[in-house]
């Protein structure tokens, strides 16, 4: 079984946070168990934390901050193949639209944003549901071998209609919720909606997944017992 809601863990994502990029991260947040960041971060600032905490990190890449994605996932008219990053090269693992396993959580990293201006890391909806539909095998082996599909949905983009917005950037993915509805993830992570006001939605339950905005930085806490 997963072990995921014994677990304490940091999301973060889009900006450094000051609590986080700080001296006193171990003492604030030396108690997670695992981190999850959620794209549009600088790789020093993943590798800091990654140092600082030395807690397993898994990370995807968002629609900024892009420099070193063509060393993950290298194109043949962009970067030489033998330039090509170890998926660990700053210390946390890289999940772009891969599967992965730390500390006991299973994590599906699907990168990137709603195509917008045809910048990099950018997708259609197709282009989207394509990527998803690849992992699908993999998915099913892992509730073989596992005895479930997923504990985390890792994204930058949020869900259709869960924390998205109305402008064509902001705009969710509706292949997300289809693996909400059908691998029942325990949460889905994501960043990309930038919150300002404390009042605005960080969480929500949709189905049997909370989804999580991990802007800026949040904490999931370990569930309390049934009594």
């Given at each position: 079984?997963?072990?995921?809601?014994?677990m304490?863990?940091?999301?973060?994502?889009?900006?450094?946070?000051?609590?986080?990029?700080?001296p006193?991260?171990?003492?604030?947040?030396?108690?997670v168990?695992?981190?999850?960041?959620?794209?549009?971060?600088?790789?020093?600032?993943?590798?800091?934390?990654?140092?600082?905490?030395?807690?397993?990190?898994?990370?995807?890449?968002?629609?900024?901050?892009?420099?070193?994605?063509?060393?993950?996932?290298?194109?043949?008219?962009?970067?030489?193949?033998?330039?090509?990053?170890?998926?660990?090269?700053?210390?946390?693992?890289?999940?772009?639209?891969?599967?992965?396993?730390?500390?006991?959580?299973?994590?599906m990293?699907?990168?990137?944003?709603?195509?917008?201006?045809?910048?990099?890391?950018?997708?259609?909806?197709?282009?989207m549901?394509?990527?998803?539909?690849?992992?699908?095998?993999?998915?099913?082996?892992?509730?073989?071998?596992?005895?479930r599909?997923?504990?985390?949905?890792?994204?930058?983009?949020?869900?259709?209609?869960?924390?998205?917005?109305?402008?064509?950037?902001?705009?969710?993915?509706?292949?997300?919720?289809?693996?909400?509805?059908?691998?029942?993830?325990?949460?889905l992570?994501?960043?990309?909606?930038?919150l300002?006001?404390?009042?605005?939605?960080?969480?929500?339950?949709?189905?049997?997944?909370?989804?999580?905005?991990?802007?800026?930085?949040?904490?999931?806490?370990?569930?309390?017992?049934?009594?």
């Amino acid at each position: 079984m997963s072990r995921i809601g014994d677990m304490r863990i940091l999301c973060v994502s889009d900006e450094p946070d000051p609590l986080v990029y700080s001296p006193r991260i171990k003492e604030r947040f030396g108690d997670v168990d695992l981190v999850l960041a959620a794209g549009d971060l600088p790789m020093e600032y993943v590798s800091y934390i990654v140092t600082l905490l030395n807690k397993p990190l898994i990370f995807v890449f968002g629609n900024h901050n892009l420099s070193e994605l063509p060393f993950y996932r290298p194109s043949p008219d962009f970067r030489r193949r033998e330039d090509r990053r170890d998926d660990r090269a700053w210390g946390g693992t890289y999940a772009g639209f891969k599967l992965r396993e730390e500390a006991g959580v299973i994590v599906m990293g699907l990168d990137g944003s709603r195509r917008y201006n045809d910048g990099d890391n950018q997708f259609t909806q197709l282009e989207m549901w394509l990527r998803a539909l690849a992992l699908v095998p993999a998915l099913l082996w892992k509730r073989v071998t596992r005895g479930r599909y997923l504990d985390v949905l890792l994204t930058h983009a949020p869900p259709e209609g869960v924390h998205d917005r109305p402008d064509p950037c902001h705009r969710g993915f509706a292949a997300f919720r289809w693996i909400m509805k059908n691998f029942r993830p325990r949460y889905l992570v994501h960043g990309h909606v930038h919150l300002y006001f404390p009042s605005e939605t960080r969480t929500t339950e949709c189905g049997g997944t909370t989804v999580v905005n991990a802007y800026s930085h949040c904490i999931i806490e370990r569930e309390e017992p049934d009594v």
